[in-house]
């Protein structure tokens, strides 16, 4: 990466002074990355939830706020060891990763569409833009890794879609590090944040894969499974974007794969 890192560095330098982009949810998101506390829920929408209990029923999806307003733990580590820089982590929320990655001196940026986690990961240390990451983003094609962490693979409601564009995003050769639900899953869902008291912000839409699934949408994005663990209960894949050649060309979302 040390061929692209000036122009890294420069596209650092001016996307995280840029102004803030409109938020993706309304106080209670804020809110509780503001206290670091929760509970705080993602609600189903729709589908409705399966009273059986079946593809992780129940119309409450539980977020870990206390978790990822900490200090990044065991299994982050691992993941972090696996980084190579420079490092987007995309939806990175309070930027525990991208915190723990400057600490390391590695250069990292946090892509996420809500201010207050933008605001939440620079006093922490990390650097972070307001942005979609299905919009315009610095160093595009130049990084090292991509993270999606904490159920982030959802982000859109199209995971070959959001898989298809963070190829372009990394380097040929460059590596994404993605984690799955733990139960196996393959849920599109349109879901709200909601807290304990019912406060929401607007609906919008979100996936739930576990690594099965996960797995079927990085081989129809074009992907390489380079890895897969699981560490304090929570499963990872590694993906490779290829080097050059014909698999290295740009599928669409339509093109998954079939399954058995």
């Keep these: 990466m040390s ?42 929408l729709s589908p409705p939830p399966d009273p059986d209990g079946a593809g992780g029923g129940g119309d409450l999806l539980p977020l870990d706020v206390e978790r990822w307003c900490a200090a990044p733990d065991a299994a982050d580590t691992g993941v972090l060891h696996r980084c190579t820089g420079p490092v987007l982590d995309v939806g990175c ?9 400057a600490a390391r001196g590695m250069r990292a940026l946090g892509v996420d569409v809500s201010p207050a986690a933008v605001a939440r990961t620079r006093q922490h240390g990390g650097a ?28 859109g409601g199209d995971p070959v879609a959001l898989l298809v564009r ?69 499963p990872f894949v590694e993906l490779h974007r290829p080097q050059s050649g014909h698999h290295d060309e740009h599928p669409t979302a339509s093109g998954r794969p079939k399954r058995p």
Aim: hydrophobic share 40%; charged share 20%.
């Design 128 to 155: 972070a833009v307001c942005r979609s990451v299905f919009d315009c983003l610095p160093g595009e094609g130049h990084w090292g890794t991509a993270l999606l962490m904490d159920g982030n693979v959802g982000i």
């Design 93 to 101: 929320g309070p930027g525990r990763l991208v915190a723990g990655l």
């Design 166 to 234: 963070l190829r372009a995003v990394v380097a040929p050769g460059g590596r994404l590090l993605a984690e799955a639900a733990p139960d196996d899953v393959d849920e599109h869902l349109t879901v709200r944040v909601e807290d304990a008291q019912g406060r929401h912000g607007r609906p919008f839409p979100w996936a739930r894969l576990g690594t099965t699934a996960l797995l079927y949408a990085a081989e129809a994005a074009g992907w390489i499974l380079t890895g897969r663990w699981t560490a304090e209960g929570r």
């Design 3 to 44: 061929g692209t890192a000036s122009g890294t560095d420069l596209a650092l330098a001016e996307w995280t002074t840029a102004d803030p982009g409109e938020p993706w949810t309304d106080d209670p998101y804020a809110d509780a990355l503001c206290t670091g506390r929760g509970p705080l829920f993602l609600r189903r």
